[in-house]
């Protein structure tokens, strides 16, 4: 079975420039989990969703961020303006049954923001 | 906020030694888990404990759940190479949601 896929899995770009980040839980989790992992601040949820509705965003760092989820299949994350600081790998996670303990985490997006 | 401390940071052991590292936290947590994590990688599960004073192995893996449901460690037994990598902690709250608290990660490095 396929697992979480994320894309694009590195991204480049340019202080000010809208980044989105694309995610696909596996099929018939109705669970999904937006990370941020850096060096300095380890591993920080930033959202989750359950059934497509955002149950909590209280780590999303400031309006820069949005996420949504139109349908069970996909999820995006955006920032818009993104800055240097925003610089890390960018995870999504998913979990069966509304959300078990067991998440399933995708491979990453590492995003670089000169 | 919670926070989890995760202790030691890093080890340096020789291959066959057995491994021991754990989490604490200010905070009670009704689920623990714990993850390793490879290079360019995502975080893979390899035990989850839902009750407190519960012991769990997975193979060569070893982890319990706190009495006070604050603390959890995870032991590893006759380290091999493949299992150099990050282990994180991490705590969830399962009422009113599923909000997951990942420690700092402790980084193996296993001497063959």
């Known amino acids: 079975d396929a697992g979480v896929i994320q894309s694009p899995r590195h991204e480049v770009t340019e202080m000010g420039q809208e980044v989105t980040l694309r995610c696909k839980p596996i099929s018939g989790h109705n669970s999904l989990f937006w990370y941020r992992q850096t060096m300095m601040r380890g591993l920080e949820l930033l959202i989750y969703?359950?059934?497509?509705?955002?149950?909590?965003d209280s780590g999303m760092p400031e309006d820069r961020f949005s996420a949504k989820m139109p349908n069970a299949s996909f999820s995006t994350l955006k920032i818009q303006p993104s800055e240097p600081r925003d610089s890390a790998v960018y995870f999504c996670?998913?979990?069966?049954?509304?959300?078990?303990?067991?998440?399933?985490f995708g491979p990453g997006t590492r995003l670089t923001v000169t | 906020g919670q926070q989890l401390n995760q202790s030691p940071q890093s080890m340096f052991i020789q291959e066959g030694e057995d491994v021991s590292m754990n989490c604490t936290s200010s905070s009670i947590f009704n689920t623990w888990l714990w993850y390793k994590q490879d290079p360019g990688e995502g975080p893979v599960l390899l035990i989850a404990?839902?009750?407190?004073?519960e012991l769990t192995s997975n193979g060569r893996l070893t982890a319990q759940f706190g009495i006070t449901r604050k603390d959890s460690f995870l032991n590893i037994s006759a380290s091999i190479p493949s299992d150099v990598g990050i282990y994180f902690c991490a705590g969830q709250l399962t009422t009113g949601g599923f909000k997951t608290i990942f420690g700092a990660g402790t980084r193996l490095f296993v001497k063959a």
């Open positions: 969703f359950n059934n497509n509705v955002p149950i909590d």
């Open positions: 996670a998913s979990s069966p049954m509304g959300g078990s303990s067991e998440q399933y």
């Open positions: 404990l839902y009750k407190a004073g």
